[in-house]
């Protein structure tokens, strides 16, 4: 069974508000959580390292004050992408590593969102 | 910094026909190897991984060998069915920080 939960599957919003997204671990504790985003028939690209107790780290480009990162708990990070437009529509997915060192990464369903 | 390259697709092939996409990577140190695929509508599953030199990954007849020497983790299959039909993407760890860096996917299709 899944072993991250994102939620929601999907979402459709309209200009100019904001969404949120879940992304738990399941049966592990995630002191670090992944958020990418994948644009149609493209890679996947690191936007943000989500650490609990700690705030975010962003990579180049990814404007933070858009996309809000809270780590919550030692199970739980959110994504809120703010003031949504347009060109946000993509599909952003979670990723948890289990285990202290540990190579194995556990992804979310992935939500996509469209904004209208 | 970190980087994976692999073949472009789409890769049509038909059934029972033998499969191989190229992957190479860039990367400081020593990192662990991946293959994700994702079907259709959904999300990413992990296909088979090497974490070290000459480590063979397989899986569902999937397979895929850690060669340090030429920085490339090519996956492998003998036999396509139509069901293998998705995207494949090769990526990378880099174990002190523990993101994924991914190459740009290849599309595969087999036709019946």
Partial sequence: GAVVSQHPSWVICKSGTSVKIECRSLDFQATTMFWYRQFPKQSLMLMATSNEGSKATYEQGVEKDKFLINHASLTLSTLTVTSAHPEDSSFYICSAPRGRGGTEAFFGQGTRLTVV | ?112
């Fill in chain 2, 1 to 112: 910094g970190n980087s994976v390259t692999q073949m472009e697709g789409p890769v049509t092939l038909s059934e029972e026909a033998f499969l191989t996409i190229n992957c190479t990577y860039t990367a400081t140190g020593y990192p662990s190897l991946f293959w994700y695929v994702q079907y259709p509508g959904e999300g990413l599953q992990l296909l088979l991984k090497a974490t070290k030199a000459d480590d063979k990954g397989s899986n569902k007849g999937f397979e895929a060998t850690y060669r340090k020497e030429t920085t490339s983790f090519h996956l492998e299959k003998g036999s396509v069915q139509v069901s293998d039909s998705a995207v494949y993407f090769c990526a990378l760890m880099d174990t002190g920080r523990r993101a994924l860096t991914f190459g740009s996917g290849t599309r595969l299709q087999v036709q019946p």
